[in-house]
């Protein structure tokens, strides 16, 4: 911007000059009595004049010319600002599909829920910098959004299951005094009940993000073979997560920064 102020300067500067050169040969012809010559210098200079201050003026019209300065200087500004905005989203959509080319197939190849939360707050600047809609904001986040919810289901699945696990421990004990028969349906049963889990997030990718506040309370209430004081010792945690997943569904943002951290930590 400041090489653009100086040449602006140095043309104002140029045209001053030779304004005021066609206005001293317009007076001399006038002197001359050479009135088409005269008419014509003392045109030229005044419009060279107001053409050195044209910062002033939304336009000026002169010599077949029309310089609308004030509507070029805002669009200018507008282009500038929007070739920011893309320089901004090319950076971001750059590296995110570098990343996406580098890891996938590997081991690891998703973000974590770190790196995926500030890929989005990046996102949702640039959508809210181009003034995007609410609509267009959120269904570019929504995709974000569910992943994040996918992620913190499945911690309180690995809870669940890590729960049924001990219980079902616990039982080992008890099945040296039963029957080899009684054994077996025991054994089966306890191998049925360890599926629970994995059954409560049948067809995820379908939910809805308003769907994973209740299942979260859903998945531990319904856990088989679990005590009800371990269940009871358990379900703040659980209540916590279903009013973390509600926040998400309305704002597509974390509020529980603590939990999320605990995601990350077990990832």
């Not at 044209?54 to 019209?61: A, G, H, M, W």
Request: glycine share 6%; aromatic share 6%; hydrophobic share 45%.
């Amino acid at each position: 911007m400041k090489i653009r102020t100086v040449q602006l300067g140095a043309v104002d500067i140029v045209l001053m000059a030779v304004g005021l050169l066609c206005l001293g040969y317009g007076a001399y012809y006038v002197a001359q009595k050479e009135l088409a010559l005269a008419v014509t210098a003392l045109g030229a200079g005044l419009v060279l004049l107001f053409a050195s201050t044209i910062d002033r003026f939304e336009s000026v019209k002169g010599l077949g010319m029309e310089a609308k300065t004030r509507k070029l200087d805002a669009t200018i500004d507008k282009a500038e600002v929007a070739i920011d905005q893309l320089k901004e989203l090319a950076e971001v959509t750059g590296a995110t599909l570098i990343t996406l080319m580098s890891t996938v197939g590997r081991h690891g190849g998703a973000p974590s829920v770190a790196e995926a939360h500030a890929l989005s707050r990046k996102v949702l600047g640039i959508l809210k910098g181009l003034k995007s809609s609410d609509e267009v904001v959120r269904a570019a986040l929504t995709p974000w959004a569910r992943a994040a919810a996918i992620d913190l289901f499945r911690e309180l699945i690995q809870s669940v299951y890590a729960l049924i696990q001990a219980e079902v421990s616990a039982m080992d004990t008890k099945m040296v005094s039963m029957s080899s028969a009684e054994q077996v349906q025991l054994a089966k049963q306890c191998q049925f009940d360890l599926g629970h889990p994995g059954r409560s997030m049948e067809n995820i990718l379908n939910w809805r993000l308003s769907e994973f506040e209740q299942k979260a309370l859903n998945l531990l209430d319904s856990a088989p073979l679990i005590a009800d004081a371990v269940r009871s010792q358990h379900r703040e945690h659980f209540v916590r997560a279903s009013r973390e997943f509600q926040y998400l569904a309305s704002n597509l943002d974390f509020r529980d920064r603590e939990l999320w951290d605990e995601v990350r930590r077990k990832e």
